[in-house]
């Protein structure tokens, strides 16, 4: 059960859900579940797994959901018994007079970057996502730019034109991005994508980011306020992407993209 559950947490990852994981460590006497017993619960409610039931999943499974709020996660030992005087142990007024150690933690989904635009700074981008150990996809209008020589380790590698992209996909199958980077070579396929991911309804759109100049986003925007695109996801985009290193070459450019997304997830957590 514990290997189970190790493997659906793993798929709740790859599906970009945070994902809060108990896991029994230690046990002695008469308890519900042993050494090895996980239960996990995803950031969108999903459950898998059990501790044992009764009192003690009570217990665990609401320390999950305040991790999962913003919680921490530790050690915490709980003695299956109707008297405990030990104070740094959690009681559970059982009859059972055992006690188990469960190790609560917290797993955050890796980052999926879709790169709009094979040329040169995508290539630095994907590099480093491999050093980070980061997922990325391709789009290219061009199909000698979404190729598996220039993107050997791309999860996707998407050759359509803008306009079919955008009707192939919505908010539902675009979550399986945690970024989209407009890094094309065409402003023009750059404003393209941008005005049809802004004017999608429905649910949360992964984060947007897009390479150019503070004139080319004051273009965007009116362009954006014209279509009818909502102000509040025009002001979630960012643009121009990176943080503020003056970066020239596309190395720097990489390092300054990737470094921004690495500050967007740690202020998020």
């Not at 002695?28 to 459950?47: E, F, H, N, W």
């Not at 320390?63 to 142990?89: D, P, Y």
């Not at 649910?203 to 925007?221: L, Q």
Request: net charge neutral; aromatic share 6%.
């Amino acid at each position: 059960m514990g290997a189970r559950t190790l493997d659906w947490s793993l798929g709740r990852l790859k599906a970009l859900e945070s994902v809060a994981m108990a896991s029994i460590v230690e046990s002695d006497g008469s308890v519900p579940a042993k050494v090895g017993a996980r239960m996990a619960i995803s950031s969108t409610g999903l459950t898998h797994g059990t501790v044992g039931g009764a009192g003690l999943e009570m217990k665990v499974e609401a320390r999950l959901r305040e991790m999962l709020g913003g919680g921490k996660g530790g050690i915490e030992t709980f003695v299956l018994s109707k008297k405990n005087e030990n104070a740094s142990t959690t009681n559970l007024n059982s009859l059972c007079g055992g006690r188990v150690i469960v190790a609560f933690e917290k797993l955050e989904p890796r980052p999926h970057l879709l790169l709009m635009g094979g040329g040169h700074v995508a290539r630095a981008i994907s590099e480093a996502c491999s050093l980070l150990g980061w997922s990325y996809s391709v789009f290219d209008e061009r199909e000698e730019f979404v190729t598996e020589v220039k993107f050997p380790s791309a999860e996707e590698l998407i050759f359509l034109k803008a306009e079919k992209f955008l009707e192939s996909e919505n908010p539902l199958s675009l979550k399986r991005f945690s970024d989209i980077l407009l890094l094309g070579h065409d402003w023009s396929i750059d404003e393209q994508l941008l005005l049809g991911f802004l004017n999608m309804g429905g649910e949360k759109m992964p984060r947007i980011g897009c390479i150019g100049s503070k004139t080319k986003w004051r273009a965007f925007v009116k362009s954006a306020k014209s279509s009818g695109a909502p102000t509040q996801k025009i002001n979630e985009v960012r643009c121009p992407i990176g943080v503020p290193i003056d970066a020239v070459t596309v190395e720097e450019i990489a390092f300054s993209v990737c470094s921004e997304i690495i500050q967007i997830m740690r202020s998020d957590i």
